[in-house]
């Protein structure tokens, strides 16, 4: 497996000055899109780009990004066996909020040659082997479950986003069970006009 330099990755906030460098009048709006009383566990976020005020006013964005971020609750162990509080430990929620920011600007073209911003190849190094391994929580399989009474999306639409049939959500990892979430939020909030 290759070795990412992440000196060789450009951050969300250089992604944001030549956003802004481009378009003087740019506007980059978040939203926190989770369920208030999921807070704690999860954070999700939207981020919607416009080219200018105009664009703003009549809600024409130039593109859009979602973003979940799973909170740690413990605390992270170093290679040295040293205990440390990982950014997800304490920071989910603004860790969330950059995410979608950077995919939000990356779908509005400012990924340049590099198609993923330096903190989402920090986000999948951490994720890589916990979120394809553990099986999806309580909280996530209600979540979707929810999703799926309230006919915001279907086993078809489930099977799109996922590529396989599932017989049931407690199969489903935690990445699969985030996607769902987020893809699944990010329709009711459409539905809703959010």
């Known amino acids: 497996m290759p070795r990412f330099k992440l000196e060789d990755y450009e951050t969300v906030k250089e992604r944001k000055a030549r956003f802004y460098e481009d378009h003087k009048d740019g506007r980059i709006i978040v939203k926190n899109i989770t369920p208030t009383d999921d807070l704690l566990d999860f954070a999700i976020y939207k981020a919607t780009i416009y080219l200018n005020k105009e664009d703003q006013a009549n809600n024409l964005p130039k593109a859009t990004g979602t973003a979940m971020e799973i909170r740690d609750k413990q605390k992270s162990i170093s290679n040295r066996g040293e205990e440390y ?41 951490r994720n890589r ?22 006919q915001y999306i279907d086993r078809a639409f489930i099977e799109k986003v996922l590529g396989k049939k599932v017989s049931k959500f407690s ?20 539905m809703q006009g959010k």
Do not use: F
């Not at 990445?175 to 990010?186: F, P, R, V, Y």
């Open 171 to 190: 199969e489903l990892t935690i990445k699969e069970a985030s996607n769902l979430i987020t893809e699944g939020l990010q329709i009711k909030n459409e």
């Open 129 to 150: 082997s916990s979120l394809s391994s553990s099986t999806a929580t309580k909280k996530q399989i209600s979540m979707i479950t929810n999703l799926v009474n309230e």
């Open 85 to 125: 509080e990982s950014v997800n430990y304490s920071s989910w929620t603004e860790n969330c909020e950059e995410s979608a920011v950077g995919r939000a600007l990356d779908n509005a073209g400012y990924s340049g040659n590099k198609k993923c911003s330096r903190e989402e190849i920090e986000l999948a190094q």
